[in-house]
């Protein structure tokens, strides 16, 4: 059964890279930038309101304070206050010194504090107590009260994150400009998130899904793959159970797009069928890119092309395929490629070699490699001669809007679409195909030795030397495996 999670874990595998690359290139670029930017150094004098008079009383004086606190906060960043310690700094504006000072009156209390910040801390010291002591004399001078100043000490340490910090800040804001990513391409991604989509989009189900490869299994035979192997005989056992209910002989693999594995689908199920004992045809169908002959070696008296070409007399010569390894699979290549596929396809004599493939009793099967549906005509105009067809859906490559494309065309052709073939799948665990057979060979190998009904014939060790892998392996099963007994008994 397929695992919810499964989607995700290969969502966090295919994006893995991008959430990387967003946390290391904007935690790098904020911690280089915090090393290239100037250190600020904040510089805090205060002032301490005095509203009171000698016939006021403490609380008079107290609540008459609090009352002021926010006036004289406002004051305080006025021109009238501000101008003069402008003056003795040629060069400086009014409205750069606005910029740097700041005022947080304190509450509850009549303290007002004066904050400026500068790259120079001594500049940061000299104007902090410069604005206060410009405004005690205003204060002085224009209102009732009175204030005095606590000057400011030269800051020893800048404000702000250290760069190590700010990298942090920096590595979580790219993990989540990442994950917005992410979500956007996943969001508009028209690929498969699953096989249960194919239900919906194709009215079939998988009949099979074939993992993503590697290009060392794939120089390799199906049956070293246990995922590939165990899919093709999966697929062969879903044709034999669809044939018995409603019997079929010519079958074709074909794909929405080019490129998507049905030649290799193709041909595995041959070799599969004949393997089980089926009388099978493999015929490379596709005039234009013979997708076979990397699997078959082709013949020139034993082609498709070749057949169409000849006399009516010689077809049932010519479709008595090239012989293989195999002794009941045969296989028909391309052969020369015509200069007009298409029309030869809907010529009068493939309808009655097609016709004459459907009555014969040789074999239990034939089946067609074909162009992919939706770039050429060629696999449509097949399509109307098959009783079934196979659909190999890339998972990822193939895209929804393709897939129905494909259905449609399938449609148009009146063929049997008995379901689709997934390959290259991402998705799918094929776990259990491991953990199955691991669990067959362990059981194997701890056969208990003391539960041998005959002596084992020793093998004398120049022998071993002498003897092959494959001659082992035959003196193995020769001499010992006949005198293993069950332990289960």
Not at 115 to 123: A, C, E, G, I, S
Not at 300 to 314: G, K, P, R, V, Y
Not at 448 to 476: C, G, M, W, Y
Request: aromatic residues 6%; hydrophobic residues 40%; negative net charge.
């Amino acid at each position: 059964m397929h695992n919810p999670l499964n989607r995700y874990a290969l969502i966090a595998k295919r994006w893995a890279w991008l959430l990387i690359l967003g946390v290391v290139i904007c935690g790098s670029a904020t911690y280089i930038a915090s090393k290239f930017i100037p250190p600020t150094y904040q510089a805090s004098s205060t002032l301490i309101l005095n509203e009171c008079t000698v016939q006021s009383s403490v609380y008079d004086c107290t609540t008459a304070g609090l009352e002021a606190l926010s006036t004289y906060s406002q004051l305080i960043t006025s021109p009238a206050v501000l101008n003069p310690v402008v003056q003795q700094h040629p060069g400086m504006t009014l409205q750069q010194l606005s910029g740097m000072v700041s005022i947080k009156p304190q509450s509850n209390t009549l303290l007002i504090e004066i904050d400026v910040k500068n790259t120079d801390p001594q500049l940061a010291a000299q104007l902090a107590n410069q604005v206060a002591q410009s405004f005690a004399q205003f204060s002085n001078a224009q209102l009732p009260g009175n204030v005095q100043v606590i000057t400011a000490p030269v800051p020893t340490d800048p404000t702000g994150l250290k760069a190590t910090y700010a990298a942090g800040l920096g590595a979580l804001v790219g993990l989540g400009l990442a994950l917005a990513l992410i979500l956007i391409f996943e969001w508009i991604d028209d690929h498969l998130g699953g096989p249960e989509e194919l239900q919906d989009l194709l009215g079939v189900d998988a009949l099979t899904i074939i993992p993503q490869l590697t290009s060392k299994q794939l120089r390799l035979k199906a049956s070293r793959t246990p995922e590939f192997a165990e899919g093709c005989r999966i697929l062969c056992t879903g044709l034999n159970a669809a044939q018995s209910i409603k019997p079929f002989k010519l079958i074709m693999i074909t794909s929405a797009l080019a490129d998507e594995g049905k030649s290799l689908i193709a041909a595995n199920l041959a070799t599969f069928m004949a393997q089980s004992g089926k009388r099978v045809l493999l015929v490379d169908a596709d005039l234009h890119n013979c997708g076979l002959d990397k699997y078959f070696p082709p013949d020139e008296h034993h082609s498709l092309s070749h057949a169409f070409l000849a006399a009516w007399t010689q077809i049932n010569s010519d479709f008595e395929g090239q012989p293989t390894e195999i002794p009941t699979l045969q296989v028909l290549s391309a052969g020369i490629a015509p200069a007009n596929p298409a029309e030869l396809l809907q010529s009068p004599v493939a309808e009655r070699i097609f016709q004459n493939l459907k009555n014969s009793s040789g074999y239990d099967y034939i089946i067609f490699d074909t162009p992919p549906l939706l770039p050429i005509a060629d696999a449509q105009i097949l399509g109307s001669y098959m009783q079934a067809t196979l659909l190999v859906v890339d998972a990822s490559k193939t895209s929804r809007k393709a897939l129905v494309r494909a259905r449609q065309a399938l449609k148009r052709t009146h063929t049997t679409l008995l379901g689709a073939i997934i390959n290259k799948s991402p998705w799918s665990d094929f776990g259990d195909v491991h953990q199955y057979l691991n669990e067959v060979y362990r059981q194997k190998s701890n056969i208990d030795i003391n539960h041998f009904q005959a002596p084992i014939t020793p093998i004398p060790a120049p022998v071993l030397q002498r003897l092959s892998e494959k001659e082992i392996e035959d003196t193995v099963k020769t001499l010992i495996l006949p005198n293993v007994r069950d332990t289960s008994e």
